[in-house]
């Protein structure tokens, strides 16, 4: 073996298939001095690829996640280690059965093949499967199993025959230097490699490696069970490793897949088992390897009975033995996704961790793309490591997180569904407040925000008929009619919304109108006072996200963005901050607390409490404004995310409470109601046709489809403008469009509402797909209570986009009549904007 | 034929061995335990033995609460009846060896063989199976590769580097396995299931004199490794010829 080298372009440490993947795709991207190291050996060091089950399966409800996967099956197939097999994910319940409906949606908006099988259409698949203990299966034919191992060493082979890689077992990292927050060398028992990037690709080592640069890689190795039954004669008569599709025993959160002669039956159903990566043995002190800690029999008894159930012919079969059995270890995070990207804290420190065997080659060219352009063919928006805010990169976090999270690898879980772990950890002052008025509290960044008051239940007599109940359980499940009677009080009188999870940043100095300039799609040199809402774009001029920008000052603005975007956000406005001291980024969300006041008596309540001109005339809409309430000085902007009259108030933070008490005493002449996310996040919103981050706005689509084009091109330079230009120049492939269901009833006589992600059919059944290959869905649904009507967001191709247009959306197997209500950005309910500016 | 094998739980290593800070035992913070190899052979022996002569197994170790283990592992291996010698800690052989020999004194069924590994795969101390067969009356043999049983007599297979040893013993005797007499089996999972029912019958030994005892474990150096490379792929072919000629081999 060759001498370590002294210098490098990059050092990626740990040769998985994720390290293996990533300097595959940097050594076709071009880099050359690429050093990949590992402190075991090759090819395979210890890590949780050595123990992989190696399967793929591809059904999903996150595009992220499909769009990954079915990448890395594409590399997989041109590495020629792949081999499809079919997988069937079977049911033992109605609710298993349902979701399986849901996800069949999810499979056609990707473009998935999948397909319902009956238990005896299993049986002809799996002959010894007791099909008695199922009642149905969701069938995917292009499942199959990997070579992970092989795949790594061919990935290895083309960058080290290019001449552009070098890769070096056993060799173990002891530092990561770093100069004013940037990488600067990789220390290792062999040597120290001076370099200018490092890649951590290290699955469950990775938080460890990443502490000795002082950054965080929020994961948390966990246990996962899994046995190997043999030899099974029936599975040895096949041809090759794999000859029968694989099952997933969904409702016993289990698999069963074919081994070559043995079954490996493995678990996501027993006891959250948390590993620190400290407490890894080394690979001389493991007895099987570090990632394959001893089988703990007890957690697995429920799980040997649940083998039998469903193939007693094979599994009950006393000559086979468990062959292998491990405790094998695997990297979880506090939301589910990978943690890609830079870190937030060490300049060209990049994180690749908690990446499976379905994400690997995938990953690898989404993470080298991003790092070689600075943005990636598929949107790795969800698994941008900088998402998590500061309380989230700690180990406590992830700890807690990753254990409630365990069982919810098989399991059903609602798009609402909250977490229980790690609660009430950022509350605003106005939450003694919000519990009294029966609040109920929805998490997002960690902020308890009330998705709606219980105190306003009263509100549904009150407004009787024009209130909805879902009679489904699923379709009520996380949700309250009380939301659509907070929605109704509000356009009615006046309500008062929480927003104090707003994520809040000042940016200041001589180069700020420059800086704000380059950064926004709409023009930032704006009269002071003035508040702009614009897309924020990455370089190819798709979202990178949306906000609202006040100019404060001459070279003062305020960035005003969601609770979850935040700390992605500050860190795209960091990354791209001039190299002088001409702009300072100040992060202000713990400084302020923010009230939504809105409503046509909004105007009413808030001149009751200030002696500021609160006119249309002296206070017009999109304008700032510092007024007095008691003498304390507050920041009003005029603006609504939910289309009423009305004002943001940010307040210093421990001045909050008090003016929160005194707004809501004054209103009470006014008939204020409490108002929760619900409204402002879903009802509100639908009804004014405004787009959500991550929803309907990502990096698959541009700002003209988004129908976020401005009039006209602002004449400063900024980012992702070309790729706008070239948008604004073409016919849009899809338009964005508000459609209204027309009749909620399914075959059962129960009425169905959807709730986002629902595909939309033509009236003929058919998907439809535009023109770069999309397929039309519901981006959001909720309630739009004001016009009495279920309101989805969707992008059509321009056949389908228009205003009247019958079209069918897919929910749980059934369609259901929709109309084209919108195009583009025009609001159902009050399409002039009349009441925002009244 | 009633058959008694007695087991015992220790740790299995990995390559480099850790010991607690006390130096008292092995830190097992991420081992599994389970029987020595020669006590898993002897397990199947048990097994196989009255499989085909019919009778009884039993399976027996000394231990803390947690050689449950072991005892289930035996079951699920197919034996039929389990006996814990509870105590706090591991004994040492003699003690052990006298807990032991009260027990099988103590229990209604008189055995026809009592097998034993050959040595305990942490301690090895070789003492266990002969002070039970001495303190019995019985006849011991140790080293067993092959054992047969014809009409209350015993036939084992002893392997020397001279060749076979065989001895004739009669019943009953006391046998200590050594790895290689058969391949014991992997448990199935409905042999999980079963051993999971089983009834353990639970003895709380005295321990009296202790005899022998442990002062602090030592991790002796590794030695270094001896290997020579000799070259690669087919240009390394003569030197290869060479060596095997100086061992003699070719």
Redesign the interface.
Known sequence: MSQLPEKAKVVVIGAGIVGNSIVYHLAKLGWEDIVLIDKGPLPNPGGSTGHASNFLFLATHSKEFAEITLDSVEQYKELGVFTQCGGIEVARTEERMEEFRRLMGSSKKWGIESRYVTPAQVKEMVPFINEETIVGGFYTPGVGVVDSLQAGTLMREYGEKKGVLSSFPNVEVMDIETEDGVVKAVVTDKGRIETEYAVIACGVWSPRIAKMAGAAIPLTPQVHQMISVGPIDVLAQTDGEIGYPIIRDMDTFMYERQSGGDMEVGSYAHRAILIHPDDIPSIEEAEMSPTELPFTEEDFEAQFEHSLEIMPDILGDETAGIRHAINGLLSLTPDGYPLLGETTEVKKLWSVAAVWIKEGPGTGRLVAEWMTHGVSDIDGHHSDISRFSNYARGEYHSAQRTAEAFNKTYGIVHPREQWLSNRNVRVSPFFQMQKDLGAVFFETAGWERPQWYESNKKLLAEFGDRVVDRPNEWDSRWWSPIINAEHLAMRQRVGMVDLTALSIFDVKGSGAVAYMEKMAMAKMDVAIGRGVYTPILNVKGTFKSDLTILRLGKTHYRVITGGSDGPRDMKWFNDNRPGDDSVTIQDMTSALCTIGVWGPKARDLMQSVTKADMSNEAFPFGWTKKIRIDGVEVLAFRISYVGELGWEIYIPMELGLGIGQKLWKAGQEFGVVPVGIGVYGTTGRLEKGYRLMSAELDADYNPVEAGLARPKVKKADFIGKEGYLQARAEEPAALLCTLTVEDHTSKSGVKRYMQGGEPILTLDGEMIQDAKGRYSYATSAGDGPSIGKHILLAYLPPQHAKVGKKLLVEYMAENYPVTVAAVGSTPVFDPNNERMKA | MDILVCIKRVP?????V?LTADEQAIDA????FAPGPHEECAIEEAVQIVKKHGGSSTALTLGPDAAV?QLRYAASMGVDDLILLETDEEWPPMPTARAITAAIQAQEKKFDALLFGNESADAGGYQVGIRVAHALGMPVVTGIKKLEFEAGTAVAHRQTPAGWEIYEVPLPAVFTIKEGINVP?????????KA?KKVIQRIAPEEGDVGLEKVRLVVPEAEASDVTILGHGAAAAPQMVELLGELGLV
């Open positions: 299995v290593t990995g390559a480099k850790v913070s991420y081992l599994s283990e089996r992997y448990p199935s999972i409905p042999g999980k299931l999971k």
